[in-house]
Nanobody, 121 residues
């Protein structure tokens, strides 16, 4: 099993910043892409940002230029620096990892439990 544990969510004023972290642990052979998704009440889960093991990044259009994703492969941790936050950024943010467990014949998709981000106007 692979576990993803997020931290860093909370309440921030519009224009402020937050940094989310997500650490992977468990029976991990390798982790490929890692990323962040978010889901606001009544809306579908959407892409925030992803990063490959080599550092290539991809961002959702609504966060480009404001959010930065990074990762520490040695720590099996992915980060999301969120700047210039807007009320519409409020959502539950979920960590995602595409990984392979020891002894597995193929990879799998793993999700964290989510962390709440609230942005006051």
């Amino acid at each position: 099993q692979v576990q993803l544990v997020e931290s860093g969510g909370g309440l921030v004023q519009a224009g402020g910043s937050l940094r989310l972290s997500c650490a992977a642990s468990g029976n991990i052979f390798t982790i490929n892409a890692m990323g962040w998704y978010r889901q606001a009440p009544g809306k579908q889960r959407e892409l925030v940002a992803t990063i490959t093991s080599s550092g290539s990044t991809n961002y959702g259009d609504s966060v480009k230029g404001r959010f930065t994703i990074s990762r520490d492969n040695a720590k099996k941790t992915v980060y999301l620096q969120m700047d210039s936050l807007k009320p519409e950024d409020a959502a539950v943010y979920y960590c995602n990892a595409d990984g392979v467990e020891f002894g597995a014949v193929s990879g799998a998709d793993y999700w964290g439990q989510g962390t709440q981000v609230t942005v006051s106007s």
